[in-house]
């Protein structure tokens, strides 16, 4: 543990993994979240370059996303065990998949590592903060829906003396109850709400992408990634009441990772070998793809890519949404 000391600027994306994405020591940022779209941003100030490795400092950071504003623990004590899940070791690993033959098995040590680091980057984005909040928020107004839409407006007054100890009108208990009705209010959850659910999940997505079928590709063409880069989903033509389109369990879940500028991971459930291969443009595409449109705010690319100037035009927005009914 650590004094109350917290570090302001938290790294949810590693320098130790952005630098592998620098091309010629460079790199592009692609600004594509709604707060880029505010009225007098321009289309070129939603693309920033990068020009050396020490520059990586200050991109893929957000102020307090790792304080949990609890006494004795600080930002770096959540760092830190990210850092000890992959992060501590990610040179070493990616010089051994460069190094690897053509058609080689994955090792299994290296298939342990990466797939603890995938966890980790999985779990301490800002988006993963942003969709664990929106569940919660969407699981208590529909549990605050049924409550109240079970009270009449006299024990809705009723409970707020009793529970709340505050008398209150009945005109003030219809504006609850209407309120809950309608769901026209926010949640805000405590920082700690989102770092506990990352910890708890980070060795079981690490153990659920293990017993993953694991494939890593090559390309002299480049890969990019984004602040969410580990992607997966049910592939819409698979989708249905038992495989929803966010389901990491299903047994048609495609992932996509991008290791390096020319070097990323998929997994998925078929029956095949796991091995190194060299893929042609298509499979490229297909990555490029994915990662740029399951992205949150930014994506990253290691040149100024035709394709996504797509997401500097127009607003795009994370594509998944929970929905309770």
Same mark, same amino acid.
């Given at each position: 543990m650590s004094d109350n000391k917290q570090t302001t600027r938290s790294h949810y994306l590693p320098k130790t993994y952005l630098k592998h994405f620098l091309n010629e020591n460079s790199l592009v940022m692609y600004k594509k979240g709604?707060? $880029? $779209? /505010?009225?007098?941003?321009?289309? =070129?100030?939603?693309?920033?370059? !990068?020009?050396? =490795? =020490? #520059?990586?400092?200050?991109?893929?950071?957000?102020?307090?996303?790792?304080?949990?504003?609890?006494q004795n623990i600080s930002s770096d004590d959540l760092e830190g065990i990210f850092q000890e899940c992959g992060e501590n070791v990610y040179d070493e690993l990616i010089k051994s998949l460069e190094l +690897?033959?053509?058609?080689?098995?994955?090792? @299994?040590?290296?298939?342990?590592?990466?797939?603890?680091?995938?966890? +980790?980057? *999985? %779990? *301490?984005?800002?988006q993963f903060k942003s969709e664990i909040n929106d569940i919660g928020e969407k699981f208590y107004k529909f549990i605050a829906k049924m409550h109240f839409g079970n009270l009449s407006v006299e024990e809705i007054k009723k409970a707020c003396k009793n529970d709340l100890k505050k008398e209150v009108s009945l005109n003030f208990a219809k504006k609850l109850k209407d309120m809950a009705?309608?769901?026209?209010?926010?949640?805000? $959850?405590?920082?700690?709400?989102?770092?506990?659910? +990352?910890?708890?999940?980070?060795?079981?997505? #690490? @153990?659920?992408?293990?017993?993953? *079928?694991?494939?890593?590709?090559?390309? /002299?063409r480049f890969f990019v990634t984004s602040d969410n880069p580990v992607v997966y989903f049910v592939p819409k033509e698979k989708t249905n009441f038992y495989n929803s389109a966010r389901s990491l369990m299903s047994p048609y879940t495609e992932l996509f990772?991008?290791?390096?500028?020319?070097?990323?991971?998929?997994?998925? *459930?078929?029956?095949?070998? =796991?091995?190194?291969?060299? !893929?042609?443009? @298509?499979? %490229?595409?297909? $990555?490029?793809?994915n990662i740029s449109y399951n992205s949150f705010d930014f994506i990253f690319s290691p040149i100024r890519m035709n394709f996504l100037e797509t997401f500097i035009r127009e607003f795009q927005p994370y594509p998944f949404e929970l929905s309770i009914n």
């Open positions: 709604k707060n $880029f $779209f /505010k009225e007098g941003i321009t289309q =070129e100030q939603r693309i920033h370059f !990068v020009f050396s =490795e =020490e #520059a990586l400092v200050n991109i893929g950071v957000d102020n307090g996303i790792y304080n949990p504003n609890i +690897a033959p053509e058609n080689s098995s994955i090792p @299994d040590d290296i298939k342990r590592k990466l797939c603890l680091f995938m966890a +980790a980057m *999985r %779990v *301490r984005t800002p009705k309608n769901q026209n209010y926010k949640v805000k $959850f405590p920082n700690a709400h989102f770092i506990k659910q +990352a910890l708890l999940l980070l060795d079981k997505n #690490a @153990d659920i992408f293990y017993k993953m *079928r694991m494939n890593v590709v090559k390309s /002299k990772f991008p290791l390096t500028k020319n070097m990323s991971v998929t997994l998925n *459930r078929k029956l095949a070998e =796991e091995k190194i291969m060299t !893929v042609n443009r @298509d499979i %490229v595409d297909i $990555f490029n793809y």
